[in-house]
């Protein structure tokens, strides 16, 4: 089958008062059409939450016998029209999906429109996120072409027809294809398996079209960032001595396993995950991103030295999971499941989105998990999510029985809740120093949920905190958005998860900034800045380096705070983060000293002197070296801070703290609001201070429910609610769910 691009000379126009499910006759004409060229997203024009329409008309020839649409992403509800006739519907933003050009239209000029929205639809995931909902045809389009009646089906949940599945055996490698195909005019299928030197060393062939299996001695193992070894998988169709089509699929063999105790295995193991997050966003072209966008960004995870990507919150472009292949990253790959309703359509979409993500990408060695949902509990905690997540699970555990199940929750959801008992492992995602609490609280927190669920995996799928490059202090507090209150968090935090070795590992939110429409802090307009890097690629911040100290071999000095340039002491600690054991520190050419590796991949040289006008700070260590330049002068340079920010003030401590309104074993406002709604009691306490919310509550899907009432509160306090005697009557309900 041949592939040809398509990208060239659309026309575009939104439809502003239209609705997809009801597209009146006159949104084809000629009218308000813009030229477009594809990949293509109206979010660069703007925001904008609604239909549109992308049209093209293209000559097909009368020698082919079947022809298809191939759509690698629409952003996120669409319809394609051919000649007018409905040929697909697709929901869902982030998979693949093709439609069939009907053989009378062949041998013709045939129009091609796609009606596509991105407006919020109760029935398709995502409902919510902190991330933009672009919308546009961001991925490109193809047409797939065969001259011959025998091909393989496209049309399977995206695929090329052909699912491989992988596994091992002692030293074999074990391998089985699953055909999807047309198989008219056609005698047999043949698989070839290329192994990573480019030796054939297993074909197998069959007239049967469902599936072919062998077994592959002395395999060679895809290990990780210890060896890529990838197998060419070739698939074709004949007639006696003729081939009719071919597929060709990368894949590897490896197994992956995950304890409660001792955490992940890959291939017998024991592999502590080093993990990065990424969006697939990038500035400037927001969605449409290419392979050079996708290659700067692992070139970057290469720098940092970590050993896995969870690739969040949707499916990501193929590229992606290539790259992930090549380079030996373990990816966690997600559907788009981050608010659960009790919606049946809801439920029926976040299933076919599992099953092409699946279907789409079984074959890269590198996805050891697939995940089924993030942060539902948000909203509730509710016997309906228990059921769909079981039924997703038992999709996925069907569909590939080989790879782990994992689900991520936020801090809120209950040890002992069912949402954290529906998959292989759980991962939270854990703000303490940030939202709420102090950067210490993760020791408690995490040995606490690992007494109380000793037999489920546990790792940190999410943590971080917002960094504005331009913001710095020399006393860093929570909130203050400084680059400086960034690293400490981390070099705090990290060294805890480091600690537990029954943790599976963690997951940095995120390795690059991206964009989040819903966001206008630390001076960040529509940015979440919890990068470490910021959404151009061009800048590492700080907090970069520190896990490069951590992570990579590649030997370096770093000088912190570098873009802290104008001081106004008469002194200043000077921090690196380096790899080397020993570092030399010279200022304004005479050397100051040397300092030691903390063992946590810091050099700190403390009270060091600071002459008016320009400082020369130079730090070595062999032939690795860096330098900046800080500058004292007697006023302090206002700009770097960010008025009212609330720095110093995290949410947990609003108005008083944690010891002033938690009594055990009963309730308080720091119980989520969905806990004490279901309570009957705690609903009829509620009532009494908040009759109002709690009416909107319960009537409207609008207030995350998962989150704490003290958070909720936070965010709006009613005039003259007396939070003291809120708290006090909750604190005579027992609480059974502690």
Known sequence: MHKIAINDGWKFKKLANGNINDIPESAIDEKNFVNVDLPHTWHADGAYRGLTLYSKTISTEPTWKHAFIDIPGADQHAVVLVNGKKVAEHKGAYSAFRARITEDMLGQDVRIDVYLTNKLDDGISPLTGDFTIFGGLYRGMNLLVTESDAYFDPTYYGTDGVIIRTGVDGDEG???????????????ILIEIVDPDGNTVSEISSDRVKELSTRIPDVKLWNGKEAQALYRVKASIWNNSEKLDEVALSTGFRSVSIDSEKGLCLNGNHFRVNGVAKHQDFAECYNVTSESNIEKDF??????????????????????????????????????????????????????????????NIHHPSIFCWGIQNEIGMFRDAAYMYVTLRELRDIAKELDPSRLVTAANLYTVKFRSELNSSTDMIGYNIYFGWYYGNMHDYDEYLDRFHKER??????????????????HSEKPVVQDYTEEYQALYHETVYPIFESKDYLWGSFVWNMFDFSSDMRKDGGLLNLNGKGLVTYDRNTRKDAFYYYKAKWSSEKFVHICSKRFVNRNGNEADIKIYTNCDEVTLAVNGKVFGKRNNSG??????????????????????????????????DTEDESYRLPNSGAGQAVKNWFLSENDFVKEGFFSIEDSANDLIENLEAREVLKKYLPELVELMLTKDVIPLGLSMQSILSRNTPEGLDILALNKELNQIKNDLV
Not at 454 to 471: A, F, M, R, W
Not at 604 to 627: A, H, K, M
């Open 174 to 188: 074990t391998l089985s294809a699953e055909i999807h195909a047309v198989m008219d005019d056609a005698d047999k």
């Open 600 to 633: 946590n991949g810091i050099v700190l040289f403390r009270s060091v002197p600071l002459q008016y006008g320009d400082n020369t700070i130079e730090v070595s260590c062999g032939d690795y070296s860096d330098s900046c330049v800080f500058r004292r002068s």
């Open 454 to 471: 000793p037999e489920v995996p546990i790792g940190v799928s999410e943590y971080g905190v917002d960094c504005n490059t331009k913001l």
């Open 299 to 360: 070139s970057l995870i290469d720098e940092i030295g970590a050993n896995a990507v969870r690739l969040s919150h949707y499916q990501h472009p193929q590229f992606a999971y290539d790259m992930a292949d090549r380079k030996g990253y373990l990816v966690w790959a997600e559907i788009p499941m981050l608010k659960m309703t009790d919606n049946e359509d809801l439920k029926e979409n976040a299933k076919e989105q599992l099953k092409e993500l699946i279907m789409q």
